[in-house]
């Protein structure tokens, strides 16, 4: 192919944006193609709505498949490109007089024919230059393409990095205001404990949102460089074969992310009070449905916008809820359930009317239910409390968690018994819509994880519900 045809037949293989040979190339909507990489580049300043690069037009989808007829083409261009370029002093073999045409792979290095034949290199591997400059090719865009899905995975997290950090902060807020009301309750001469506690919780929490920015900082900085990286590659990629031939690779540490972890200072005197109010009831009501979504969708809760959400597909599980006669209207409660060191389970209180609807209990428009909820994921675990869906940053209660009902002031405590602490509680500028008769609940999933039901226990509260593969075992 003479210099003329060579140069108009690579014009029509030139993306736009880089002025190169197309690398992985793409059509989008408008029908101009582009590199993968720079068009990747391009849209990813947030460019909305997403516009042609070269006419401004406006390309609805984001996602397109490989162009494989340009892809062949431009591998076709660069492989006569290179055919052009062997006459060249570089691709000279200096010693035989002949172009440099094979690659060895196990030095690495540019050889021509006789070279490959010398004793040093006849036990190693060569391949055409330009066939293991491809293959090169095709493994850094599989690279370049788990460099940019991570680049996306990261700029999700930071985008729950930094609600989580606000929702932190709430919840520190929220749980001073409960510390102060508890101890409301309390003798004055618990005043001190008060201030101790509130001045742990604050020393904390600040070392936590400290954590939590640098986190946030680490992460923002190791996007940055993978950008960055990303960029380097497409440069390789665009190299003559030669040049390609000598990547090296290199790896960086992704940064995780901070679970923030509070502790639960013990309560002098709080089960003392609380078992005041202590009954009990057995269970005597069961009902089996695969409606009643709870662990599944609090595994899947995400941060967007500015409140939690629940995904709508929650898992097959068939779960059994039973629940007690008895129910609340008016007075104080106490019960607990015995939850060692089980996952997967909830207790607190409900109406009768929970397990016959289709919503999710962790739907924000759910007011039927108010639950302390423990879900394991991955290697931890998370506590949540519904209506609303709030994240809890302590560690789950082993041993037993308490429920404290009261119908007077229409809130609802949750301590765990163990530590005599306080694990949550309903403010009165938030109280509860108690209207009706009202129950408690308690839930678990797998069978090797589930809290137990003593049968010579009774259950201490209103009237239990439980929603699991099998009944439950608590106190």
């Keep these: 192919m003479d210099s003329d045809t060579l140069e108009a037949f690579q014009n029509e293989l030139t993306c736009s944006i880089c002025m190169n040979c197309f690398l992985d190339p793409v059509t989008i909507d408008c029908g101009h193609s582009f590199c993968r990489p720079c068009l990747s580049l391009c849209w990813e300043e947030d460019w909305i709505p997403k516009s042609c690069p070269e006419c401004r037009g406006i390309s609805a989808k984001t996602q397109f498949t490989t162009n494989i007829v340009l892809k062949r083409l431009a591998s076709l261009a660069r492989q006569a490109r290179a055919d052009h370029d ?28 006789p070279c490959s034949e010398r004793p040093e290199h006849t036990a190693h591997s060569h391949r055409p230059i330009h066939r293991a400059a491809e293959e090169s090719r095709e493994k850094l865009l599989k690279r370049m393409g788990s460099l940019w899905k991570i680049r996306e995975e990261m700029q999700t997290i930071l985008h729950q990095e ?72 497409t440069g390789m990629c665009c190299k003559p074969d030669g040049e390609l031939l000598q990547v090296r690779k290199e790896e960086m540490q992704k940064p995780q992310p901070v679970n923030p972890e509070l502790t639960c200072w013990p309560v002098t005197g709080i089960l003392d009070t609380l078992n005041n109010f202590r009954v009990t009831f057995s269970l005597s009501n069961e009902v089996s449905s695969q409606r009643i979504r709870l662990f599944d969708d609090a595994r899947s809760l995400k941060y967007e916008h500015d409140s939690p959400h629940a995904s709508s597909g929650g898992g097959t599980w068939e779960y059994l809820a039973a629940w007690g006669a008895q129910s609340s209207v008016s007075g104080k409660q106490y019960w607990e359930m015995r939850v060692d060191s089980s996952w997967d389970w909830a207790v607190g209180v409900c109406k009768d009317s929970w397990v016959r609807k289709d919503a999710g209990i962790l739907d924000e428009s759910n007011r039927d239910n108010f639950l302390l909820v423990c879900v394991k994921q991955d290697d931890r675990y998370q506590l949540w409390t519904t209506a609303p869906t709030t994240p809890l940053y302590r560690e789950r209660p082993l041993g037993r968690a308490g429920v404290f009902l009261d119908c007077d002031r229409g809130s609802v405590s949750f301590v765990d018994a163990a530590k005599h602490s306080l694990l949550w509680s309903t403010m009165m500028e938030c109280a509860l819509s108690l209207s009706g008769p009202s129950s408690a609940l308690a839930t678990g999933e797998e069978a090797d994880s589930r809290p137990r039901w003593d049968t010579q226990d009774s259950f201490s509260g209103g009237a239990l519900v439980q929603c699991c593969k099998r009944i439950l075992h608590c106190l």
Excluded: N, W
């Design 86 to 113: 062997h006459s060249s002093e570089e691709q000279i073999c200096v010693t035989h007089q002949e172009a440099k045409g094979l690659f060895c792979e196990a030095d690495q290095t540019l050889l021509c024919g």
């Design 162 to 233: 930094a609600k989580k950090t606000r929702s932190f902060k709430d919840y520190v807020a929220l749980r001073k205001e409960m510390i102060t009301a508890e101890y409301r309750r309390m003798p004055l001469s618990l005043l001190e404990e008060e201030q101790l506690h509130l001045e742990a919780l604050e020393r904390e929490a600040k070392e936590i949102c400290e954590q939590l920015e640098d986190s946030v900082f680490r992460m923002t900085q190791y996007r940055a460089s993978l950008k960055e990286m990303y960029r380097e590659l």
